[in-house]
């Protein structure tokens, strides 16, 4: 198991830019899966962004991708979101998430496959 804390979040206008960050403990960060998720009220939670173990490939979702950035630094065991040219419909509680496994492109995107979770970070865009 790995202990995950989410920070970063908060309140931005409309086109303002956050970076969150989701520092890990416990197990060897470098040996899993990382992703990003949010659930805005009302909402399943739905996958963000994600990367790879060895970081050589990331994954975004159709509503973030060419405005958010994932990436990692294992040495610091701390995955990052930055988030730019931010949209009302941002606004939810993003969640760090690491799996172990190795995850087909499919199993990345959902939820259930992750086994370890942060508490979640609040990130609210006024408009």
């Known amino acids: 198991q790995v202990r995950l804390v989410e920070s970063g979040g908060g309140l931005v206008q409309a086109g303002g830019s956050l970076r969150l960050s989701c520092t890990a403990s416990g197990r060897t960060f470098s040996s899993y899966e990382l992703a990003w998720f949010r659930q805005a009220p009302g909402k399943e939670r739905e996958f963000v962004a994600g990367?790879?173990?060895?970081?050589?490939?990331?994954f975004y979702a159709d509503s973030v991708k060419g405005r958010f950035t994932i990436s990692r630094d294992n040495a610091q065991n701390t995955v990052y979101l930055e988030m730019n040219s931010l949209k009302p419909e941002d606004t939810a509680v993003y969640y760090c998430?690491?799996?172990?496994?190795?995850?087909?492109?499919?199993?990345?995107?959902?939820?259930?496959?992750?086994?370890?979770w942060g508490q979640g970070t609040q990130v609210t865009v006024s408009s």
């Open positions: 998430a690491a799996e172990e496994r190795v995850l087909l492109l499919g199993q990345r995107l959902s939820s259930n496959q992750y086994h370890n």
């Open positions: 990367i790879m173990k060895s970081a050589s490939r990331t």
